[in-house]
């Protein structure tokens, strides 16, 4: 893929480090192969960041990617890179990655090729070294900034300790959560201060508040299957560039792999009885949310089949859950929030589908 050029000087900005775990190790045509690998998916996991704030450097077993737009965008790439490689067919490819916000030269290499240095790359690649494979950590300027982005924000996160570099430098980190957040409440405007003698007219609604907000928390449950916990945040992203919700449905299910994009587009499309009887009625007074439809033996049966996957605590998920779905699928879907690897949230929801 052809670098992106970000200008000459001084910046600040959010670099993903991303290495290809035991690269050095393999055959020269399997380096072939994992170099052609790497830049197919490293292309898709880029398209929604505007090619001019972002540039992206070889580093020969990996990439560097830095960002000068949203700090979101790295997050967006690296749980990309991480998702396609997890899913990736045949022999398993595992990925390490950092993310550090911080500043950076864009310079001429001696080859004439713009290249990146500076304190911002070089605390994302120790940051990156302290990875486990498929593992993304954060700095902590990069956390202080996404964390207070949104209040749900600070849910992808959890610490993970202080580690030192072979410089004796200490860095805290953080890791990026696979389980998905149990809140699924979307932050949005504060209502505007109304003066007795004059009250101001509304202002025209902007960015995810101008979608229902069950369309947008039906996208981001449903996104949550497929990709976890930075599912809300790409919602509400996407929701600032969409259209309406048809687009938005549509700029959403691009961050799905393709061979599930389909059977996405149909999840989210559906309008469910249940659901449809609790909106409100023509008359504009909303109807009493049905109760639960979701039989005892279908409980049972959830709870079987999420034990599976994560033992005991499935009883106590499954009680919960019951709560508040309104039929078998939404309970289902609620429960499979809680398998952490993807594969098996299919598994799961595939198994359940003679419940439902």
Known sequence: ME???????????TVVFVDIVQ????????????????????TAALQHAPAADRMVVDTGDGAALCFLGDPEDALFAANAL?????????????????????PVRVVKDINGHENVIGDGINVAQRVMSFAEPNQILVSRSYYEVVSRLAPDYGNLFQYAGLHRDKHVREHEVYEVQMAPSVSRTLPGPAEPAATPEEPPAPPEPTGAARFDAAVLDRLATALALEI????????????????????????????VPEERRAGFMGRVSERPAARAAAEPAAGGVPAERPPR??????????????????????????????????TSRELFESLALHI????????????AERYT
């Open 228 to 255: 976890g916990p930075v599912a809300k945040l790409i919602v509400r992203r996407e929701a600032d560039r969409a259209a309406d919700a048809r687009a938005l449905a549509e700029r959403v299910a691009e961050h």
């Open 293 to 326: 439809a979701v039989e005892p033996e279908v409980l049972s049966q959830a709870e079987q089949l999420l034990a599976r996957r994560i033992g005991p605590l499935a009883r106590i998920l499954v009680r919960q859950a019951a709560k508040h779905a309104a």
């Open 340 to 351: 952490e690897d993807a594969t098996g949230r299919q598994a799961f929801l595939a198994e």
């Open 23 to 42: 690269y050095s190790r393999e055959s020269v045509s399997r380096q072939a192969d994992l170099k052609t690998w790497f830049s197919e998916i490293l």
């Open 3 to 13: 670098p992106t050029s970000l200008g000459s000087g001084n910046r600040i900005c």
């Open 82 to 102: 991480r998702t396609r490689a997890l899913e990736t067919p045949g022999q398993p490819v595992e990925l390490r990655l950092g993310i550090n916000l911080g």
